[in-house]
């Protein structure tokens, strides 16, 4: 199955994305985090490939359980890195660039609009609870788990990266400040490598994001 082919999946969130008309796309200035000098900063050098590829001998749902929950923490802490700036008041909404807003649907099923901070709250709290679900990923010897774990991962990795092209997009001068960008981009490629090994994402789900990890195919990080 393809890294771009995969259905549309259910999940909290929502993404509504806009077209620009092309004469003012045209004036608008490419992301910091595209500027290739930005883009290369890694802790890691060459591609995840080899990283990501299930190991002889191991469990598939072990070895994306494992994955999935290490993606977490370090998403979990990026995002608390730079929490101080997304705020209320600075992002009022979750946004991933000029063309991509993420709503919340409530425990009513109505779509609501939040701003970033509360988005990622709901997001992290609920990946959480998901987590620590011992009928979903459980941890004793023996237990299986359930049939419906890829649709279980599928949506933790949509909300994870949308957390990711949030920080991209609205907080990378902070991450350049702090000089960690190359912590970011070797998580984002990794993050992205993993999905795309175990086809976690769907191509919409990746559009925010696409000219950097297209950008990373071509220099043979991420491999297409």
Request: glycine share 4%; proline share 4%.
């Amino acid at each position: 199955m393809s890294f771009f082919g995969l259905g549309k999946l259910t999940g909290i969130g929502k993404q509504k994305q806009s077209s620009a008309p092309s004469s003012a796309a045209a004036k608008v200035q490419p992301p910091l985090f595209l500027r290739k000098n930005h883009a290369l900063s890694h802790l890691v050098k060459g591609s995840f490939k080899g990283v990501v590829q299930l190991p002889k001998y191991t469990d598939l749902n072990e070895w994306l359980s494992i994955n999935t929950f290490e993606f977490f923490n370090l998403v979990n802490m990026f995002y608390g890195v730079i929490t101080d700036f997304c705020t209320i008041n600075e992002c009022p909404t979750m946004s991933a660039g000029p063309s991509t807003e993420y709503t919340w649907t409530d425990t009513q099923r109505k779509t609501i609009k939040l701003a970033a901070p509360q988005y990622i709250d709901y997001v992290l709290s609920q990946i959480q609870t998901t987590l620590d679900d011992e009928r979903v990923f459980p941890t004793k010897i023996g237990a299986d788990f359930p049939k419906d774990i890829r649709a279980t991962l599928c949506v933790i990795y949509r909300h994870l990266f949308r957390i990711l092209a949030h920080v991209y997009w609205s907080h990378y001068v902070e991450l350049l400040n702090l000089r960690i960008e190359g912590h970011i981009n070797s998580l984002f490629a990794h993050f992205i490598s993993f999905a795309k090994e175990f086809d976690l994402l769907d191509r919409k789900d990746i559009a925010p994001m696409a000219d950097l990890i297209v950008f990373y195919e071509q220099q043979g990080i991420i491999v297409s």
